[in-house]
């Protein structure tokens, strides 16, 4: 069910490697203790958190949960909307797991 009338293309054209990578190493500079950070898209449509792989797992086993409560509420919940989870591979920088919001 779309929500939010956010495509995958969309997510594509403002996730580019290329078009973030500044933002990436920006954001990198200012990480925490937990090693993670925020940075939006390029285009400033997403908020991009990088994630370890604990969180990842305890994410992906919560989303079906998410969804529904998206669903029952009629979309008018204030959680963060989450359109994807992704692991970024490039000969840039290590792999990078994503949550995209």
């Not at 580019?16 to 954001?27: G, I, P, T």
């Not at 898209?41 to 305890?58: A, V």
Request: net charge negative; proline share 1%.
């Amino acid at each position: 069910m779309n929500l939010d009338n956010v495509t995958p293309e969309d997510l594509m054209n403002s996730l580019s490697v290329e078009h973030n990578r500044h933002m990436v190493f920006k954001a990198g500079q200012g990480a925490g203790l937990s090693g993670s950070f925020f940075f939006f898209s390029h285009d400033n449509r997403f908020l991009i958190k990088t994630m370890n792989s604990k969180e990842r797992e305890l994410l992906l086993a919560m989303l079906d949960d998410m969804i529904a409560h998206f669903q029952v509420t009629n979309n008018q919940s204030l959680l963060a909307r989450i359109y994807g989870i992704f692991t970024i591979k490039t000969d840039l920088f290590y792999n990078l797991d994503v949550m995209i919001m």
